[in-house]
């Protein structure tokens, strides 16, 4: 059977999915311990930047917005049911939030030797009067993965206990992750010295990625503004030669 576009829809945001529920996973040890968490972190940052993990992630990405980019272009109906609506918004917010800190981490990572914490990477959010931008960092790609993974599986899910109980996990989980983060913010909020020492660490490093940070913010908007109005300008031209 051949792959289409939702098949490979499906695949992509399967991968996304995993890399956020783990994510999600290692905040809520925030609750038990900050070190679990760090463990957690440790773990993850072993699978997601081995090199069949960095292919999947990265891979997975440029394929599911690519899907994306796609969609804009085509769809010539944007009257859509709510539901639809908070799917996109919660798809295409994730970037917005997720560009600034995976340009702190990844490519900090890559180009300056940071080596990724829970302590370093809060410690920064909190110099940066950011750390409730974290807090919201994942809820919009939790919920964007929850509405897909529905809308693939709803015609088979008929029990009201079953749905009531997908519901409850929608809901309970990032409120749990926000929990473990907050618990471990305030932990490193009382430790003055963390603070001033990783300040310290990162200014040499803040106005090269800000700039990454603002270069790739600047493509992300443009390459959707791109395939909307590509696909406007598709539909005006089709309906100039329809015309008599």
Known sequence: MPFTARHLRLASGLVLMSYISLHLFNHMLGIVSLPLAEAGL???IRLWQSTPGTMALYGAFAL????????????????????????????FSLPLLLIGHAVNTRLATSFYDFQPSYEKIIAGLI???SQGWQVALLAP?????????????????????????LAAVLVAVPLLSATGF??????????????????????????ALASWRHALLGTY????????????WRDAKRSDSAAP
Do not use: K
């Open 141 to 165: 790609g939790w919920v964007h993965g929850c509405l897909g993974l529905w809308i693939s599986v709803r015609h088979r899910v008929a029990s009201r206990r079953t749905r009531a109980a």
């Open 127 to 129: 110099n940066g009067g």
């Open 64 to 91: 599911h917005f690519s899907l994306a980019l796609r969609t804009i272009y085509l769809r010539r109906d944007w009257q859509l049911p709510a539901t639809e609506w908070l799917r996109l918004w919660s798809g």
């Open 221 to 232: 908007l443009l390459l959707l503004a791109g395939s909307f109005i590509a696909g406007r």
């Open 182 to 207: 907050v618990r471990m913010s305030r932990s490193i909020e009382a430790r003055e010295a963390i603070l001033t020492t990783h300040a310290a660490e990162a200014r040499p490093r803040a106005a």
């Open 42 to 44: 440790r773990l993850s």
